[in-house]
Nanobody
């Protein structure tokens, strides 16, 4: 069992930045691929980024490439998502998730946090 708690969301103007954090507890953090997803009202949960156990392999949704950066600190059991050049269409609840393979499919992740709201104003 892994418990995930996101933080760092908030309200920011377009063009601004935020850094999201996801603290894991429970089973060995370094054993898991970590992913970030987001869900806007009335829409499906979409893949944002994922990172393997060592941080040496990452994947991003096309919509965030060059603007968002995923990283992890295994010593702190924390995964981060740096959000730069934010756009109003980035507004969503952002979720972190733990799984066994880098994947853009939500069902491939076994554990989920409760989410943190990111709102980007125009």
């Amino acid at each position: 069992q892994v418990q995930l708690v996101e933080s760092g969301g908030g309200l920011v103007q377009a063009g601004g930045s935020l850094r999201l954090s996801c603290l894991a507890s429970g089973r060995t953090f370094r054993a898991y691929v970590m992913g970030w997803f987001r869900q806007a009202p009335g829409k499906e949960r979409d893949f944002v980024a994922a990172i393997n156990w060592s941080g040496g392999s990452t994947d991003y949704a096309d919509s965030v490439k060059g603007r968002f950066t995923i990283s992890r600190d295994n010593a702190k059991s924390t995964v981060y998502l740096q959000l730069n050049s934010l756009k109003p269409e980035d507004t969503a609840v952002y979720y972190c998730a733990a799984g066994s393979v880098i994947s853009s499919t939500p069902s491939h992740y076994a554990y989920w946090g409760q989410g943190t709201q990111v709102t980007v104003s125009s």
